[in-house]
Every structure is written in structure tokens, then in C-alpha cells.
């Protein structure tokens, strides 16, 4: 009987040595599937991507070196002319002016909107539990709403002759505004959608930043108070700490969505007046199919991905070097 013991036990040692732990050969085929397993998932989105997007950039990326005008898109004539339609634009002094306020409505906007939107997301953290209710469903509500029948309520509002705006400040006195035209001039058609995108975007910000001081320990805060720190000193030693990679990535999220905004500053005013509130997305639309030169827009499209890949870029490169040099001032610590 002792005999037949020791034999199973060698038998079991044996296998267990052939099959590994986990009863598979180890290094073997089926570790080798396994492993390959998560990029089997990944395949059907990768190919999605490539399809839906990858596709169109690579035909669009064809039509930017393409003299594509109308003539050519009836007669399906092809004409290749290299890199004369970025040549064309990179020395035009309209894709500069664009470029710049584009940039500089893009940063106007992102600044009111992770302000507000803190401030929004620090007020909900404090409210009352039915305040805080009603707060956060205003607030789902205006981030529901799709973004062309927010345009048609915020054109009503602001409309010249029978907006809510222009009534509203006449009855409070100031009787020049009754039949003020919003529309009319640059700064006051930026102000208008310069409202509408931070009214939009501020919703994203405040909730995802009150769901964030959820999960800060209110003992820091009672330690803070304890010290004799006030509002700003709780703020900067406690809660923005623990919120900077949430500052981070919105801040990120939110240069992306508001450079590329389309359909509120078209429906607006189409660019106008005189084309003087085009950013880059409209000034592509305007040559590309207002104008019916194709191979233009194509190329100013791309050229505004690299603005904003720059952009990214830029802001990256600074979030990393700080996080960088916040990492060395602890360990000198």
C-alpha cells in the first residue's frame, strides 16, 4: 500500500511539473492565447476606428493635395497640385487672424468655465441635500439639452425685437438696449456664444467636481479648521490637492471641446458679421463648402488638428513638468 502511495505522489509531482500551477504548460500555447486575449477585444474598436475615422482622414488627408473645386467634382477630374493649397494658406494672413482668435476664444472660454464650474462644484459639496437635488437636476437638465435646440433658445433670447435680453434691460432702465442687435458687431456676437458654450460646458465641470470631494477624508478638513485655516487656506492646502489631477484632465477635456466647437457659433451668426467670429472649424467649413474649394478646406481641417495637437501638446508638456517638480520638492522633503 505504501508502495502505490509513493507511486501516485511521483505520478502527481510529475504532472504538476509538466502542467505548472495553473494546470496549463507554462509558456505553452494556451498561456500564449491568453495573453493575446485582451487584443482580441480591443480588435472590433480598432477596426471601428479605423473605418469610421481612420478612413476619412487618410481620403481627407488625399483631398488636401487636390485643386477640388466644382469644375473637377462634376467632370470627377482629379488634379493634384502637392502642397500648393497649404502654401496658399500658411501665407495668408486671414488663417493667422483665425488661428489667434481661435486661440484666444478658446482660452476665454476654458478659463470661465473651470472657474465657474469649481465654484459651482464647491457650492453643491455644501449645500443641503434637497438644494443640492434640485442644483444638480438644473444642471443635467442644461447638459442634456442638445446643443442646436440651445442655440435656438439662446437666438431667441438675444433676438434684436423680441428677445427676453434686450426686454429685460429696457424695463431695468436701460432704454438704448431695447432693440440692441447682438449679432451685429464681433465682440457682442463672441459675448453671446461666449455665454452659450460656458452655459453648456459648466455642468461636466461642477458635477464631476463635486463627485471628487466626495472622496476627500473630512478629517483633513477638521484638522485645517482646527489650525485656523480659513476658507482659501482649506481650499488651497486640502481640496485642491487631492482635486489637481481632476483640474488636469478636465482642463485638458475642455481646450479640446471648446477649440473644436462648431454647430453653436455657425447657428449663431454663420462666422459674422464679415466673417469677423470664424475660428478655424468654421473658417474650414466656409472655404471648404461655402466657397466650393474642397482641396482648401481639406488642408485648413488638418492644419487645425495640428494647432490643436500643439496645443495639447503644450499644455501636457507644462502638466507633466509640474507634477514633476512637485514630485522632487516631496522627496526633498
Known amino acids: 500500500m505504501a508502495v502505490q502511495l509513493d507511486g501516485a505522489a511521483a505520478a502527481t509531482d510529475q504532472a504538476a511539473a509538466r502542467t505548472g500551477k495553473g494546470g496549463a504548460p507554462p509558456g505553452g500555447r494556451g498561456s500564449r492565447r491568453w495573453r493575446g486575449a485582451p487584443y482580441l477585444l480591443l480588435l472590433p474598436a480598432l477596426l471601428a476606428t479605423a473605418v469610421f475615422l481612420g478612413w476619412p482622414m487618410v481620403r481627407n488627408l488625399l483631398l488636401s493635395f487636390q485643386d477640388l473645386n466644382m469644375k473637377e467634382l462634376i467632370q470627377h477630374l482629379t488634379e493634384w497640385v ?12 486671414q488663417f493667422w487672424r483665425v488661428t489667434l482668435r481661435t486661440i484666444v476664444f478658446t482660452a476665454v472660454n476654458v478659463v470661465l468655465i473651470m472657474v ?7 457650492l453643491l459639496a455644501r449645500l443641503g441635500k434637497k438644494m443640492r437635488l434640485a442644483l444638480s437636476v438644473a ?10 435646440a440651445a442655440t435656438t433658445v439662446f437666438q431667441w433670447l438675444f433676438d434684436s425685437r423680441y428677445g427676453v435680453v434686450n426686454w429685460l434691460l429696457d424695463a431695468a432702465g436701460w432704454h438704448a438696449m431695447a432693440d440692441y442687435d447682438w449679432v451685429g458687431t464681433q ?19 461642477a458635477l ?10 473630512k478629517e483633513l478638513y477638521e484638522a485645517a479648521r482646527m489650525d485656523g485655516a480659513g476658507t482659501w487656506q482649506v481650499f488651497a492646502s486640502v481640496t485642491f490637492p487631492f482635486l489637481r489631477p481632476f483640474f488636469l484632465a478636465t482642463t485638458f477635456l475642455e481646450v479640446i471641446w471648446v477649440f473644436k466647437a462648431f ?15 470664424e475660428t478655424l472649424p468654421i473658417y474650414a467649413f466656409t472655404e471648404g463648402v461655402g466657397n466650393l474649394h474642397f482641396g482648401i478646406g481639406a488642408a485648413i481641417s488638418l492644419l487645425t488638428i495640428v494647432v490643436l495637437l500643439a496645443m495639447t501638446a503644450y499644455y501636457l508638456r507644462l502638466t507633466l513638468r509640474q507634477e514633476a517638480q512637485e514630485e522632487h520638492e516631496e522627496a526633498a522633503l
Open 82 to 93: 502637392g502642397t500648393g493649397n497649404y502654401r496658399e494658406i500658411l501665407g495668408s494672413e
Open 116 to 122: 465657474l464650474g469649481t465654484l459651482i462644484g464647491l
Open 139 to 148: 444642471l443635467v437638465l442644461a447638459w442634456a439639452m442638445p446643443v442646436i
Open 187 to 205: 465682440l457682442s456676437t463672441f459675448f453671446v456664444i461666449t455665454v452659450m458654450i460656458v452655459w453648456q460646458s459648466l455642468p461636466f465641470v
Open 208 to 217: 464631476n467636481l463635486y463627485a471628487a470631494t466626495t472622496t476627500i477624508p
Open 263 to 277: 454647430p453653436q457659433i455657425f447657428a449663431i451668426n454663420q462666422g459674422g458679421p464679415d466673417r469677423l467670429t
